[in-house]
């Protein structure tokens, strides 16, 4: 009889953690039925919809199981707005002990026909590889970012070593091994310019990636070749590229109801071919009253039709309260609004979408490529600068809006914005790329592709041949 080799993974409950993790655990249970997994499920008080897509997403894997971790009292809400990686970071550190017990139990339900071969760590979770260590258990990296992202948390704790201090956005560029060019400091990670602990904690987390057994990334080698070169130094443990692994039914919300789905998917049928751009900008990605304006004037004056999903940063506010007079009326029958959440990956793949203005994300930007949807960069926060830049000036897959924007940066301008519109529709050379890009990833996940062959490699490593 074969033994079963039982994994435990431990998400970040944000849904563009979430996405491709869960995804990618259902991945591996159906391509070796050696494999069982279990879910430890923390619970965060502003990511309320994560605990119901967790379940909903795993209701129909035998294989998967979720463990519930009891509550803990959330770090003071002024750490959020001071560094949202922080108070992630302080969050997870008091869910320690609370894993700990998890492991420990079910490393001790084990029989002697299952045994558990590893933990599977989000970055933000790092610290955890000491209760794998205690239990005797490796630890894997799941990073729900990029190659060019590993390369940077993998060279910050030298630079800290020689620094000591966090970065300046007036810092000269940073050459970062595994990114072509040396990048302006202006795009680098929010995290590490803050004061107030994000440095400290990205810090932190960096210095722990080299003591995993192996990095999983959500990325394939074909569209970041450079980096993925560059960790072939010696001292990286094994990067695995796995993906691009994508929820294509899209995580559902509860901002989001049927009627609405319906309305929107309607909407877009009744369009032409390529002639929609659609704004969508992550689940948190949001925009203040000064800056909807500007957006909703831009999309008029490029003469697009436009599907938007808007979040506005004032709370309660409906969309006729931030927009400008009269605009509904003369956008009808070429815009639509959607409110709060849209059905992003059905959007993407539909034949109307010809671009699309993201913030970056990098689910969103996998998403976008593999229905061959060409972005405009509009990053806010995390590391959707970084993204952002990468797109446009290294791999030439997105039309540059601002690669430096982030959280309160100055207005974008409606001329800026109607420019960019114009140009995701119009530069037919970065669409062929985008498509030619698309297509790569689709033969990367096939058999015998880069990335079905890295799994393979993976669950060998994990748990040898059968
Ligand atoms: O209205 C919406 C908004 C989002 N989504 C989906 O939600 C996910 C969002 O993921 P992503 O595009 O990566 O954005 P964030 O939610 O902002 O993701 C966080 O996690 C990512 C992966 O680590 C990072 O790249 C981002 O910077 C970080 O903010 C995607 O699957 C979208 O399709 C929808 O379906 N509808």
Redesign the pocket.
Same mark, same amino acid.
């Given at each position: 009889m074969k033994q079963a080799a039982e994994l435990i993974f431990v998400p970040v409950p944000?849904?563009?953690?979430l996405?491709s993790t869960l995804e990618f655990a259902k991945r591996l249970i159906d391509r070796d039925d050696r494999l069982f997994i279990k879910i430890l499920s923390m619970k965060f008080p502003f990511t309320s919809t994560a605990d119901a897509y967790t379940r909903s997403l795993t209701a129909s894997q035998p294989r998967i199981q979720i463990i519930d971790l009891p509550q803990v009292d959330p770090p003071p809400s002024l750490d959020l707005s001071v560094s949202t990686e922080n108070y992630i970071y302080v969050f997870i550190e008091k869910n320690i002990p609370n894993v700990k017990k998890a492991v420990t139990d079910i490393v001790s339900s084990n029989s002697g026909s299952s045994h558990v071969v590893g933990l599977v760590l989000d970055f933000f979770c790092l610290s955890m590889i000491d209760v794998g260590t205690e239990l005797n258990l490796p630890s894997y990296l799941f990073l729900?970012?990029n190659l060019g992202f590993l390369a940077l948390m993998l060279c910050l704790p030298t630079r800290h070593n020689q620094i000591g201090t966090e970065f300046s956005e007036s810092d000269p560029e940073f050459f970062i091994p595994g990114i072509v060019n040396p990048v302006p400091s202006g795009v680098l990670p929010s995290a590490v310019f803050n004061k107030h602990g994000g440095y400290t904690a990205y810090v932190k987390l960096a210095q722990r990636f080299r003591d995993t057994k192996g990095i999983m990334v959500n990325s394939f080698r074909e569209l970041e070749p450079y980096a993925f070169d560059s960790f072939s130094d010696g001292q990286t443990p094994p990067v695995y590229t796995i993906g691009p692994v994508l929820?294509l039914k @899209?995580?559902p919300?509860p901002a989001l109801d049927e009627a609405q789905h319906d309305n929107i998917m309607k909407w877009l049928d009744d369009q032409p071919p390529l002639s929609v751009v659609f704004l969508?900008f992550?689940?948190? @990605?949001s925009f203040d009253e000064t800056q909807v304006k500007e957006m909703a004037l831009g999309l008029e004056s490029s003469g697009h039709r436009f599907l938007w999903?808007l979040r506005s940063r004032t709370p309660n506010a409906l969309a006729d309260d931030v927009l400008p007079e009269g605009f509904f009326d003369r956008i009808k029958g070429k815009g639509m609004i959607c409110s709060g959440?849209?059905?992003?990956?059905e959007v993407l793949a539909h034949k109307a979408i010809g671009g699309f203005v993201s913030?970056c994300?990098?689910?969103?930007i996998l998403?976008s490529l593999w229905h061959g949807v060409p972005i405009v960069t509009w990053p806010i926060?995390?590391?959707?600068q970084l993204?952002a830049y990468r797109m446009v000036k290294e791999l030439g897959l997105a039309v540059e809006l601002r690669l430096d924007y982030r959280n309160g940066s100055n207005l974008v301008m409606a001329d800026e914005i109607e420019r960019a519109v114009r140009r995701v529709v119009d530069d037919h050379e970065v669409r062929k790329k985008v498509k030619e890009m698309g297509e790569m990833a689709r033969k990367a996940l096939m058999d015998g592709g880069s990335s079905f062959n890295s799994i393979g490699q993976l669950i060998e490593d994990m748990i040898g041949t059968s």
């Open positions: 944000g849904v563009g953690h996405v729900t970012a929820d @899209g995580p919300n969508c992550g689940s948190m @990605g999903s959440w849209a059905p992003q990956v913030h994300g990098w689910n969103s998403e926060y995390a590391e959707q993204n």
